[in-house]
């Protein structure tokens, strides 16, 4: 059984900054990929950033030279580092990572607010 455990989330005002963490625990064999996913009040999920491999890293166009994402393989941990902060990044953000054998699992989710 995976687990994937997000923490960092929080409020914050806008221009502020914020980290997130996820921990992955349980049996397995390592991630083909590590990711953030967000979905914000009546809107769907989206895509935020992820990392294949080690450095192959993916934004979406709205985070994109504002959020970093990093991977430490031998944690099994993934962050998401976010600067500049926007109203519009509020949401519930969910960690999410894909195993050797293609299971995909996803984190409970954490609380960013951001405040104008």
């Known amino acids: 059984q995976v687990q994937l455990v997000e923490s960092g989330g929080g409020l914050v005002q806008q221009g502020g900054s914020l980290r997130l963490s996820c921990a992955a625990s349980?049996?397995?064999?390592?991630?083909?990929?590590m990711g953030w996913y967000r979905r914000a009040p009546g809107k769907q999920r989206e895509l935020v950033a992820s990392v294949l491999g080690t450095d192959n890293t993916n934004y979406a166009d709205s985070v994109k030279g504002r959020f970093t994402i990093s991977r430490d393989n031998a944690n099994d941990t993934v962050y998401l580092q976010m600067n500049s902060l926007k109203p519009e990044d509020t949401a519930v953000y969910y960690c999410?990572?894909?195993?050797?054998?293609?299971?995909?699992?996803w984190g409970q989710g954490t609380q960013v607010t951001v405040s104008s």
């Open positions: 349980g049996s397995f064999f390592g991630f083909r990929a």
């Open positions: 999410n990572a894909v195993s050797d054998k293609w299971y995909t699992y």
